[in-house]
T-cell receptor, first 109, second 118 residues
Framework: KQEVTQIPAALSVPEGENLVLNCSFTDSAIYNLQWFRQDPGKGLTSLLLIQSSQREQTSGRLNASLDKSSGRSTLYIAASQPGDSATYLCAANTDKLIFGTGTRLQVFP | ETGVTQTPRHLVMGMTNKKSLKCEQHLGHNAMYWYKQSAKKPLELMFVYSLEERVENNSVPSRFSPECPNSSHLFLHLHTLQPEDSALYLC?????????????????FGPGTRLTVL
């Protein structure tokens, strides 16, 4: 049974810092892995999708890596801004999305 | 309207009420999903539909009844709910099931319906 874990659970940093959010999964037989952003009380916004054959994906200041063999993915946020404050969720797709509990990020000015 | 829309955005109901949540996707996708998000718990998949056919029912109580009349619309009918059913209910869609569409299959989510059961 796939289990997804995210650490840290919460992070508070001054703006401008480069950040690393971690996601681990127990079953490496995944189709892909998605990273999402969720603002309080809102739906999920898809940030990046990494296919099982890929090692990383980039979108603007975001870079996500995938190491299937070790069951890990990392979301790297460069030069963080207050507008990045949100909860970040990763989900491993083994025919259905299995979500972690998220990392709540606060970036203060 | 673009993407995935959900109505209503907020719903308060008593335990004896019957209500329905509506989801509509404007992306031309074949697969649609219902998820439940409770406080401090990971998102839980409830139901999956592919081309209007239910392909997964994730041990959800019968007081939740899904309906998919066509590939663009998905409903969740609610009756005799319990206070512990209070949560954010999220709808999502994707091109198809990942085992059919392949590894690029991406899910897109709606804004959710915040449900409170009194």
């Amino acid at each position: 049974k796939q289990e997804v874990t995210q650490i840290p659970a919460a992070l508070s940093v001054p703006e401008g810092e480069n950040l690393v959010l971690n996601c681990s999964f127990t079953d490496s037989a995944i189709y892909n892995l998605q990273w999402f952003r969720q603002d309080p009380g809102k739906g999920l916004t898809s940030l990046l999708l990494i296919q099982s054959s890929q090692r990383e994906q980039t979108s603007g200041r975001l870079n996500a890596s995938l190491d299937k063999s070790s069951g890990r993915s990392t979301l790297y946020i460069a030069a963080s801004q207050p507008g990045d404050s949100a909860t970040y969720l990763c989900a491993a797709n083994t025919d259905k999305l299995i979500f972690g509990t998220g990392t709540r990020l606060q970036v203060f000015p | 309207e673009t993407g995935v829309t959900q109505t209503p955005r907020h719903l308060v109901m008593g335990m004896t009420n019957k209500k329905s949540l509506k989801c509509e996707q404007h992306l031309g996708h074949n697969a649609m999903y219902w998820y439940k998000q409770s406080a401090k718990k990971p998102l839980e998949l409830m139901f999956v539909y592919s081309l209007e056919e239910r392909v997964e029912n994730n041990s959800v109580p019968s007081r939740f009844s899904p309906e998919c009349p066509n590939s663009s619309h998905l409903f969740l009918h609610l009756h005799t709910l319990q206070p512990e059913d209070s949560a954010l209910y999220l709808c999502a869609s994707s091109q198809d099931l990942v085992r059919l569409a392949g590894t690029m299959n991406e899910q897109f989510f709606g804004p959710g319906t915040r449900l409170t059961v009194l």
